[in-house]
């Protein structure tokens, strides 16, 4: 006798057959792509990743209130609105870029229907980005993707996949989520640092306790004591004004640099290089602090032979030793950023974690004490790094910049673009100039280079081909900050690259200082050394002691500087007028009187900036 098979009876025999084969009876909630970024030319496929590679996936998730938390940037920063200067708390920062409590509902749901619960999740304190560590398979059924081991032509490795997809109904939700197709290589082997020569040349004696230092004279000048060949601190110092300044209220005034990916600040050349050009600092080079961030290297050991080769502590000594060399006794806290090793075809790691600048921003929103000022020596061309990340840690910045830090970062040493490698990453393959990022984040302060002192110039080596960076960004607008000055700029250069650069895009750099020649203590010897990766922290020791005098005078620090400097602050700055953005093989943008795209409104001079900013605090 046949017994009819009710719907009923038909459903629960499926779920009992699709338990026994482990795979779900619902159909998969329909895709759609969230995100493509075309690989950038010097990288190529080499092959799939590997199914059983872990990844630390970061899913940063819409910040609720943004457009509020930039309004608070903008009128804490403004020297004309009656909140100057009273910057945010970080809890009161989180309330502000927290995700609503539907996108975190929606994307709980999603990742445990996925099989992911949320013991397995990590959270920021703003909650705006959950971390969760999978297999590739894993995330490649998460994002609909295929994932792929990708070599760079300098022998880099990393896994990414050019697209990847989300439920449509949080595309809304979903800002970004790394790593996925970012190609972005902040390395200082990039254009950030040139090394030129070890100083070898006639009238030089640099082993160790042979350097001819000559006596600081009781009044120093720059005639006396610079030298463009060999930049030194006691030339900083006297060029830029804060010689004569004795800091204050060094401890409650701290300054920052950031080391990425291998890179740290070696103390016993630190050292040297104090005890022979500012030697009542040397004592620092022991006391400065480390803050390591997932497994940054703080090695003091010699380095070994690869990383000599790479010119491994090159960066985060001319870093720590610039710092240092000018903003003694304020404190130094070094934030020395890793991550995994970078993936190797032949030897599997457990993580991928090659965004550096995320990984450091989460960090730092995390700590309720930080730097007033922190110097970044970082980039690589905007291009590299897909639009949704650029804009999500753009954001972060901008966190940063409301609770009172002044972050600045370098421009980039290839003028307007390297020569060669000025083609468009849109599939089209077109001429273009070659934008920076961060540098061109509207949230930050970005620092060009000059070099020789009476006039200062833009600086430009041909020995090595470096070029101090800027242009306009193709993915962030002009801020309204730039309205009153770099339209001016765009309409003096007519017809002058037309179609080469974003018109309407964010300007920079915002300022610059001396990045050419430096002398520095690097694996016991002195090197010379060019780049942004100079002017950044010069400026960056510079602003820090005109914090520590509004410190002492019971005010608040600068904060997020560029709305200042716009609004009048650039009369504090030296303009430079002579030299342009070489790249491109062209000229490049030109220095002209104001604000230009190759130097901002010019170098810094440190009497006129610390008066200013003492009166614009009144209005706090």
């Known amino acids: 006798m046949l017994f009819g098979v009710t719907p009923t009876v038909l459903l629960t025999l499926l779920i009992i057959v699709d338990a026994a084969l482990g795979s779900p009876v619902r159909s998969r909630t329909p895709y759609a792509v969230k995100e493509t970024h075309n690989v950038p030319r010097k990288w190529s496929r080499v092959g799939p990743a590997p199914a059983d590679h872990w990844i630390n996936l970061q899913i940063g998730l819409k910040r609720s209130r943004f457009e509020e938390l930039e309004r608070h940037l903008y009128e804490v920063s403004d020297p004309s609105h009656h909140r100057y200067g009273q910057h945010l708390t970080a809890a009161e920062v989180d309330e502000l870029v927290k995700p609503a409590d539907d996108t975190l509902e929606l994307v709980h749901h999603w990742l445990r229907d996925n099989g992911i619960e949320r013991d397995q999740l990590e959270y920021n304190s703003a909650k705006n980005w959950v971390k969760v560590s999978l297999p590739v398979d894993a995330v490649e059924r998460l994002l609909d993707t295929e994932y792929s081991v990708f070599e760079h032509e300098e022998g880099e490795y990393v896994v990414r996949t050019p697209q990847w997809s989300l439920p449509p109904h949080l595309h809304q939700h979903i800002e970004a989520i790394q790593p996925t197709n970012s190609f972005f290589r902040p390395a200082p082997l990039r254009s950030t640092l040139k090394p030129v020569t070890p100083i070898g040349r006639p009238g030089f004696s640099h082993h160790y306790g042979g350097w001819q230092n000559p006596p600081t004279p009781k009044n120093p000048n720059v005639a006396s004591v610079c030298n463009a060949s060999a930049v030194t601190s006691l030339c900083l110092r006297t060029l830029y004004g804060t010689y004569n300044y004795q800091p204050q209220v060094p401890g409650q005034n701290k300054v920052g640099l950031t080391d990425y990916l291998g890179e740290t600040n070696n103390r016993s050349d630190v050292h040297l290089f104090l005890e022979m050009f500012r030697p009542e600092a040397a004592a620092e080079a022991y006391e400065f602090t480390f803050e390591v961030i997932a497994g940054g290297s703080d090695q003091q050991t010699p380095d070994n032979a690869t990383q000599l080769a790479a010119g491994i502590d090159l960066e985060g000594n001319l ?6 060399g000018i903003g003694y006794p304020t404190p130094l806290i070094a934030f020395t950023t890793g991550g995994s090793p970078p993936f190797m075809p032949d030897a599997l790691t457990p993580t991928d974690t090659n965004e550096p600048y995320l990984t450091w921003v989460q960090y730092v929103l995390a700590q309720s004490d930080l730097p007033q000022t922190i110097s970044t020596s970082y980039g690589d061309d905007e291009q590299s790094v897909p639009y949704s990340f650029a804009q999500t840690v753009c954001k972060d910045f901008a966190t940063l910049g409301a609770r009172g830090i002044s972050l600045l970062f370098a421009a980039g040493d290839n003028g307007v673009g390297a020569t060669g490698d000025c083609v468009s990453n849109n599939g089209k393959n077109t001429s273009t100039f070659l934008p920076a990022f961060p540098a061109a984040c509207p949230y930050v302060t970005t620092v060009g280079a000059t070099k020789d002192f009476n006039p200062e110039v833009v600086a430009y080596d041909p020995e090595n081909g470096f070029a101090s960076g800027g242009g306009f960004s193709n993915y962030f607008p002009r801020p309204s900050y730039q309205d009153p000055a770099v339209p001016n700029y765009i309409t003096s250069l007519g017809d002058l690259y037309a179609g080469l650069y974003n018109t309407s895009g964010r300007g920079y750099p915002d300022i610059a200082a001396q990045g050419y020649h430096f002398l520095t203590v690097w694996n016991g010897t002195i090197v010379v050394l060019d780049g942004t990766s100079a002017s950044t922290p010069t400026s960056a020791a510079v602003i820090s002691l005109v914090n520590d ?31 342009s953005a070489i790249g491109c093989g062209v000229a490049g943008f030109p220095a002209e009187v104001g604000w230009d795209a190759v130097t901002g409104w010019g170098t810094p001079d440190f009497p006129s900036i610390k008066s200013l900013a003492l009166q614009n605090v009144d209005k706090e």
Do not use: H, Q, R
Not at 553 to 570: D, E, Q, T, V
């Open 549 to 579: 005098a509004l410190i002492a005078a019971g005010k608040s620090p600068l904060g997020f500087l560029n709305p200042w400097i716009y609004a009048g602050g650039y009369k504090a700055f030296t303009d430079v007028t002579e030299g």
């Open 319 to 324: 870093d720590a030793e610039t710092l240092i």
